[in-house]
């Protein structure tokens, strides 16, 4: 038996003192039993800027690229426009908000604090409102990620039961679906630092001996919706299937049994525990549509991504 999962508190981030303060602090213990000179010691060599604390900051380590950054030049590769991924942004939330007025959601989310609904879902999103936004992270003319059309940073947690089939049914245990078949694959960072779902899911389908038609219920997280498209259109490309894939292409996403809850746009994306959402969602959508294999891919920082395929129990 395995437990597994994941949380993030993004409401309460830990706040860094700059490093000058930071060395101070280590060796402060040994300056104080020097006395008052030793205390006026610390502050020797500082800066009226070294008191400012040092704001988190989502970059990855190797590029020092925030990856909004990186999504928005992925995007612009692959031909995605600004109204592209607002009308995938509204599309989310609408989704989410309809998944949650039907109870769809009903059994994957433990209320903590008395509501069950998400905060970041809104119902009334439309285009004439995030059309107006500023790009958040490419500041001129060209950047088309906004913060409506990029996942927001919420607190979240999940976690997810794993067992053999004879260890679940001798607990007394419904089993939901079984774990298939699963990649996991890196890309470029500095080029292709969210593509590695196309990848993954190209290497997840390659192993499993299915096509993308073989696919009932698919999930693709929503980091960005660039990013997301991005990848939908590689997985179309017949271009970059002679370029990346070997000569063989993915195939074209349905988007009438892809993320029909909603996704990481809508009900936010709490690092640790979106995995496990995601694999929850597609377990609990393989038993309600009926459907016999799910395909869930997610991409990562550094350049990595994974693919999984589940099959209805």
């Given amino acids: 038996m395995v437990l597994v999962g994941g949380v993030e508190t993004f409401s309460d981030v830990p706040i860094r003192f700059s490093k000058p303060i930071r060395q101070r602090l280590l060796g402060a213990n040994k300056a104080l039993k020097k006395g008052?000179?030793?205390?006026?010691?610390?502050?020797?060599?500082?800066?009226?800027?070294?008191?400012?604390?040092?704001?988190?900051?989502?970059?990855?380590?190797?590029?020092?690229?925030?990856?909004?950054?990186?999504?928005?030049?992925?995007?612009?590769?692959?031909?995605?426009?600004?109204n592209d991924q607002?009308?995938?942004?509204?599309?989310?939330?609408h989704r989410a908000a309809a998944a949650h007025a039907a109870g769809l959601y009903e059994d994957e989310i433990f209320a903590v604090d008395g509501s069950k609904v998400e905060n970041g879902i809104k119902a009334d999103s439309n285009m004439e409102k995030?059309?107006?936004?500023?790009?958040?992270?490419?500041?001129?003319?060209?950047?088309?990620?906004?913060?409506?059309?990029?996942?927001?940073?919420?607190?979240?947690?999940?976690?997810?039961?794993?067992?053999?089939?004879?260890?679940?049914l001798q607990l007394g245990y419904k089993p939901k679906a079984y774990l298939h078949t699963w990649s996991y694959v890196a890309s470029d960072p500095f080029e292709e630092l969210l593509l590695g779902p196309t990848y993954a899911t190209h290497k997840v389908l390659q192993q499993a001996g299915l096509t993308l038609d073989d696919i009932g219920v698919m999930e693709i997280h929503e980091a960005f919706a660039g990013q997301v498209l991005a990848n939908t259109t590689a997985m179309a490309s017949d271009a970059f299937a002679a370029k990346a894939l070997g000569g063989k292409k993915v195939g074209t996403v349905d988007w009438e049994k892809t993320n029909t809850l909603g996704g990481s746009l809508s009900l936010g994306?709490?690092?640790?525990?979106?995995?496990?959402?995601?694999?929850?969602?597609?377990?609990?959508?393989l038993q309600r549509e009926d459907q016999r294999y799910g395909l869930l891919t997610a991409c990562a920082d550094g350049g990595l991504a994974t693919a999984c395929i589940l099959e209805k129990y």
């Fill in 269 to 285: 994306h709490p690092f640790g525990a979106t995995g496990c959402r995601i694999v929850t969602t597609v377990a609990n959508r």
């Fill in 86 to 93: 607002d009308e995938y942004a509204v599309r989310s939330h």
């Fill in 130 to 168: 995030i059309s107006k936004l500023k790009p958040a992270f490419v500041k001129n003319p060209s950047g088309t990620h906004t913060a409506a059309n990029s996942s927001f940073l919420t607190d979240g947690a999940s976690a997810t039961l794993i067992m053999s089939e004879e260890k679940a």
């Fill in 36 to 82: 008052p000179m030793g205390a006026m010691g610390l502050l020797k060599g500082l800066k009226l800027k070294d008191l400012a604390p040092e704001a988190p900051a989502i970059a990855n380590y190797t590029t020092g690229e925030v990856m909004g950054h990186s999504s928005d030049r992925l995007a612009a590769k692959f031909g995605v426009s600004r």
